[in-house]
């Protein structure tokens, strides 16, 4: 009895160390990322800026990401259309669809898929990047040039995130909004001008700054994470392919759970 109890007591007590040194990773883990972010946009700010390195970076992640942003932009539209459509119908509500897309793409799906887009192609190409930088050790060489590889690396690519994501979503919700006209109009033959005179009397600017606000902090998040985990990325091709993982996972996480909590405030 006595080795029973003695047996039930050592299983709580490990998994009680389990989950301190958990909670203990994960708090060091945060920490980490949150002084890393701070040191970032630090070195983002202070002049002077590496404006051909920040260009570059914009043509990286803009027009890099033109091709898969328009493509899912067209088929989230024509699927809006299509769904709005049918469902407008039950309530004799039709004229309603060129509103129910373009909210439905302004407020959320423009910001929230362009992000997710962007994350995978060029989030997971930057972690990778500087994740072969640093099991190479030219992040080392850089430390030993007296070069900041935080201000050479990283800031130019979170400024570029800033002004690329933001057009990014403005094209995705252009796009999709054609794309649910071509649907909605051309197929189902719903109304040309009821389409486009509801969507100009029901979007108001409140929706289109919410969106920009919303695809601006996505930026900042994606590059943010995907710069980290290439940065602390562990030696050798599996650290870079784990850190390349992680970076997309976490990005993705944060998006939607960041999306959530601005969508409560704005």
Do not use: N
């Amino acid at each position: 009895m006595k080795e029973d109890s003695k047996t039930k007591r050592a299983v709580v007590q490990a998994g009680l160390r389990g989950l301190g040194s958990g909670f203990l990773d994960w708090l060091q883990e945060t920490g980490r990322m949150g002084l890393f972010f701070g040191e970032a946009i630090l070195a983002g700010i202070r002049p002077p800026y590496k404006g051909g390195r920040i260009i570059r970076q914009v043509h990286f992640i803009g027009v890099g990401s033109l091709f898969v942003i328009l493509l899912t932009a067209s088929f989230t539209g024509m699927v809006l259309g299509l769904q709005g459509y049918y469902t407008l119908r039950k309530f004799q509500a039709e004229g309603l669809l060129g509103s129910a897309v373009a909210l439905s793409l302004i407020r959320e799906l423009g910001p929230v898929l362009s992000a997710l887009m962007v994350t995978g192609r060029a989030g997971s190409a930057m972690t990778a990047e500087i994740g072969i930088m640093r099991i190479t050790e030219q992040i080392d060489a850089l430390d030993a040039m007296a070069i900041d590889p935080i201000r050479h690396l990283v800031a130019p690519k979170m400024i570029a995130g800033l002004i690329a994501v933001p057009l990014l979503t403005s094209l995705f919700d252009l796009v999709g909004i054609y794309g649910g006209y071509l649907v909605g109009v051309q197929l189902l033959g719903v109304g040309s001008g009821s389409y486009f005179s509801g969507m100009e009397g029901s979007v108001v600017f409140d929706d289109i700054y919410g969106g920009i606000i919303k695809s601006v902090s996505f930026g900042l998040i994606l590059t943010g994470v995907a710069c980290y985990k290439g940065y602390f990325a562990k030696q050798g091709a599996e650290g870079v392919s784990r850190a390349t993982t992680e970076s997309v996972v976490l990005s993705s996480v944060l998006i939607l759970i960041w999306d959530y909590f601005l969508t409560s405030i704005l």
